[in-house]
Structures are given as structure tokens and as C-alpha cells.
């Protein structure tokens, strides 16, 4: 079945830093992929999604691209907020047709002021 | 609306003792599921459902019981719960459609002693 991989953190940034969060994927085919966003004492929440190759999925200043060449769909943002301090999770569905999503393990974002 | 509601949202237990953690969704979404949240681990999905009467395992589907009786609900039972069943439980729905987005509860923090 479909795996991802995400960078392991922790992740601590200074206000305004440039932000990269990688994660990679197997697939067969082309699913599309998500970054889903925890908020401390929050369940999680779609940030972004992409749902075919070369698709740039993009919210709250956040991007990802969906690059079928290197498998990976990382997580930017050009200038990081103490609010963005929070876990980011990569997900992907389980195998094609597949209803089951399969998540990273997550990496945690600490923004200091 | 209400979207994914979780009861309780902490919960301490003996081992050996069984619980139900409820959920409840309101946007007459086809697909429920449960996933487990340990340190290090990410998500793992324990049991899920595409629609009433339909229920299949996850990952991590031992000491775990679900059923569907309706759209709206879907309980996880525990059993005779143990100390390994320690996590923070998130229940999660979405329309059918692998490009479909999860919404998921705020989590249900289960300590077994």
C-alpha cells in the first residue's frame, strides 16, 4: 500500500524564518495528498490538499506541490507566525480506491517571538 | 452544526474495565473512523466505517470494538482496557470520495492505570 514519510522534528523557528517541512511518498498512481495541521489541544484540520501531479495546493500562506518526479509534496511558508506553532501531519489514502487515509507521523513546529 | 462531537473528552480507567468513547457527526457523512494518537507514533487508524451496518479494521484493530448502526454514530468500545490502550483517540468523518476531506473531532484522552 501507499506510505509517507515526513521529516521528524522538533522544529523550532524564530519569527518571520523560512519554514520547509518534507515529506515524501510511495504510491501507485497519483492520489492526492495532504497536510492536516494540529493546534495544541485541537483535533486536526485539512491545512492544504493536491489532487493530481504538479497541482500546488496553498493555505493561510502555506504551499505544497505535488511533484510526481521526486515523490514529495513538502510543506513551505515564506514567513512563519508564533500562531503557526503547532503539529503538521502528511497524509495520503491507504491504496488506490482506498477510503483509509494513512498519515506521517507528524512534525512539530515551535515559532518563537 | 455541530460537525464531530466526542464524548468524554477525558477519561481515566482501571485495567480490565470497558468503556465506550462516543462519536457523533451531524453532516450525514458516509465515512467514520477512529485513529489513535501516541507520541512518536502519528496517527494510527484502529477501525472505520463507509456506512451504516459496514465496519472494517485499521490498523491497529485489537482490543477494539466499533459498530454502525446509524449515519450519525460511531462508538469504540474497549473491552478490558489496558495500559497499552493509553492515548488520545480522534474520530473522524468525511463525504466518500478519496479526495474528500476528514473533519475530525477534539480528541478523547484515555489513561489506563
Known amino acids: 500500500g501507499n506510505s509517507v514519510t515526513q521529516m521528524e522534528g522538533p522544529v523550532t523557528l524564530s519569527e518571520e524564518a523560512f519554514l520547509t517541512i518534507n515529506c515524501t511518498y510511495t504510491a501507485t498512481g497519483y492520489p492526492s495528498l495532504f497536510w492536516y495541521v494540529q493546534y495544541p489541544g485541537e483535533g486536526l484540520q485539512l491545512l492544504l490538499k493536491?489532487?493530481?501531479?504538479?497541482d500546488k495546493g496553498s493555505n493561510k500562506g502555506f504551499e505544497a506541490t505535488y511533484r510526481k518526479e521526486t515523490t514529495s509534496f513538502h510543506l513551505e511558508k515564506g514567513s512563519v507566525q508564533v500562531s503557526d506553532s503547532a503539529v503538521y501531519f502528511c497524509a495520503l489514502p491507504v491504496q488506490g480506491g482506498s477510503e483509509k487515509l494513512v498519515f506521517g507521523k507528524g512534525t512539530k513546529l515551535t515559532v518563537n517571538p | 452544526n455541530a460537525g464531530v462531537t466526542q464524548t468524554p473528552k477525558f477519561q481515566v480507567l482501571k485495567t480490565g474495565q470497558s468503556m465506550t468513547l462516543q462519536c457523533a457527526q451531524d453532516?450525514?457523512?458516509?465515512?467514520m473512523s477512529w485513529y489513535r494518537q501516541d507520541p512518536g507514533m502519528g496517527l494510527r487508524l484502529i477501525h472505520y466505517s463507509v456506512g451504516a451496518g459496514i465496519t472494517d479494521q485499521g490498523e491497529v484493530p485489537n482490543g477494539y470494538n466499533v459498530s454502525r448502526s446509524t449515519t450519525e454514530d460511531f462508538p469504540l468500545r474497549l473491552l478490558s482496557a489496558a495500559p497499552s490502550q493509553t492515548s488520545v483517540y480522534f474520530c473522524?468523518?468525511?463525504?466518500?470520495?478519496?479526495?474528500?476531506?476528514?473533519?475530525f473531532g477534539a480528541g478523547s484522552r484515555l489513561t489506563v492505570l
Open positions: 473522524a468523518s468525511r463525504v466518500t470520495g478519496r479526495a474528500n476531506v476528514l473533519t
Open positions: 453532516m450525514n457523512h458516509e465515512y
Open positions: 493536491a489532487t493530481k501531479a504538479d
